[in-house]
């Protein structure tokens, strides 16, 4: 099993084999630098991009692409 957690330089990396799993007691917050671009809210459960207030499911603050048979741009 290579599991494992580790630094190199100034960065964190995670390998696992299997599933990852992440269980937070709070929320679970993505940034890049100093900007937050993702969150999920524990205690909405609700899922955020672009935003650190997501108000239903999947909350997003910005275009998005929808890929399918009938594909369009919001």
Same mark, same amino acid.
């Given at each position: 099993?290579?599991?494992? %957690?580790?630094?190199?330089?100034?960065? @964190? /990396? %995670?390998?696992? =084999?299997?599933?990852?799993? $992440?269980?937070?007691?709070? =929320?679970?917050?993505?940034?890049? &630098?100093?900007?937050?671009?993702?969150? /999920?809210?524990?205690? $909405? =459960? &609700?899922?955020?991009?672009?935003?650190?207030?997501?108000?239903?499911? @999947? #909350?997003? #603050?910005? #275009?998005?692409?929808?890929?399918?048979?009938?594909?369009?741009?919001?």
């Amino acid at each position: 099993n290579d599991t494992r %957690i580790f630094e190199n330089s100034n960065d @964190l /990396y %995670i390998d696992a =084999d299997n599933d990852l799993y $992440l269980r937070p007691d709070n =929320d679970l917050i993505f940034t890049s &630098a100093t900007n937050e671009v993702m969150r /999920y809210d524990t205690g $909405l =459960d &609700a899922f955020g991009i672009g935003t650190t207030t997501p108000s239903e499911k @999947l #909350s997003v #603050s910005g #275009s998005i692409n929808v890929f399918g048979e009938h594909g369009h741009k919001w």
